[in-house]
């Protein structure tokens, strides 16, 4: 009787060394897959660019005329550190009384006199995966919402 439940143990122990690695190959193969049909949804590769099939909101913000001349920090989530990210900028305004461009650590790009923002372009993601939205607004503006867009980003080498 002894015989039998040590050999029924010991088939029972076999079984499982047999089937935890096709269960580990079979969740792995799945995962690949999901992560796969994932990437898909959100974009595709053209050779060392990921480009999204949409913009993909990054960063929201309401300004009124305490914001100006203020750098506001957002984080890039999705691309990878030290690529080249495309983003831009849908302020909603019709006039020129709420201006915004992104920025590096702050730093400006234009000269706000006159100037008209680059509303479109790309930087280089830092390790701190942070840009900037540098604003200028007029005295006693209506808050604006303007909104920050990934549109692709570049694998430097």
Known sequence: MLNQEVLSIWAAQQSLIAVVPVFVFICMNRAIFL????????????????????PQQIFTITVSSEDNDKTHLFKVKDAEINSLVTVGLDIDRQDERVKAQITENGHRHIDWRGATPIIRSG?????????????????????????????????LR
């Open 123 to 155: 930087f280089r993601l830092p390790r701190n995966r942070k840009l900037g939205l540098l604003t200028l607004t007029d005295t006693e503006v209506n808050p604006t919402t303007i909104r920050v867009y990934a549109y692709s980003w570049q694998l």
């Open 35 to 54: 992560v796969s049909k994932q990437l898909d949804e959100l974009g595709h590769w053209h050779n060392d660019t990921f480009v999204y099939n949409a």
